[in-house]
């Protein structure tokens, strides 16, 4: 009998399964990757796995998760309590990038895009999973920080896309194509969708230095 979620043990062999599962989507791809493979791997079986997940998919959405989880607590109001609205946005900017110029996570995305090609509801599953909550998250949090009176947006959700898109700038279609990160640029790029942001939507001196 499968153990109950919640409990303790479950919720050990749940991560052992997730971090498998990360292991194995990264390194090898959507479609090299299986659930027996990631059963072996986190010492749990192939039932424990489908009882957890239902199926691949439900488990390649759970992967995308815990990896994106790694920035989505910057989406959140009391991320940066004590600064200003400038220094949350940045710390939300270098995080964002930070974690798209990963390696691992340039790969997972050239892997995500060839295997779309094959099968579009893989990457609908990680536009959903991961991009998209993402941005439903800062979009959340724009909109809490334009109800505090700091910003006047009308459209958080393109705001957010804005802002993603200005820090990304060129960087991120360049690393997709090989070239090396380059952080110092990195860092003028996130500077400057924070000048751009603050000019075009704070209220007062919110965004002040």
Do not use: W
Not at 122 to 136: D, I, N, S
Not at 151 to 159: C, F, G, K, R, T
């Amino acid at each position: 009998m499968p153990v109950r979620a919640g409990r303790p043990a479950s919720e050990t062999k749940r991560k052992a399964i997730v971090d498998a599962a990360v292991a194995s989507f990264f390194d090898r791809g959507y479609a090299a990757t299986s659930i027996e493979q990631v059963a072996a791997v986190a010492d749990v079986s192939k039932v424990t796995v489908y009882n957890q997940f239902g199926d691949k998919r439900g488990l390649f959405t759970a992967a995308v998760e815990q990896e994106c989880e790694r920035i989505r607590g910057y989406f959140t109001v009391p991320s940066v309590p004590n600064g200003t609205l400038r220094e949350r946005l940045t710390e939300i900017g270098k995080a964002m990038v930070t974690f798209l110029s990963r390696p691992e996570m340039v790969q997972f995305e050239r892997r995500i895009a060839a295997e779309t090609e094959l099968d579009p509801a893989v990457g609908a599953t990680f536009l959903a999973a991961g991009p998209h909550r993402m941005k439903e998250a800062f979009a959340a949090l724009l909109t809490s920080l334009t109800q505090a009176g700091d910003i006047s947006v009308d459209d958080p959700e393109l705001a957010a896309e804005q802002f993603a898109a200005m820090c990304k700038g060129m960087g991120d279609l360049e690393r997709r194509f090989g070239m090396a990160r380059d952080e110092q640029r990195d860092t003028e790029r996130i500077d400057g969708a924070v000048d751009v942001f603050c000019r075009a939507y704070a209220i007062g001196d919110s965004c002040s230095k």
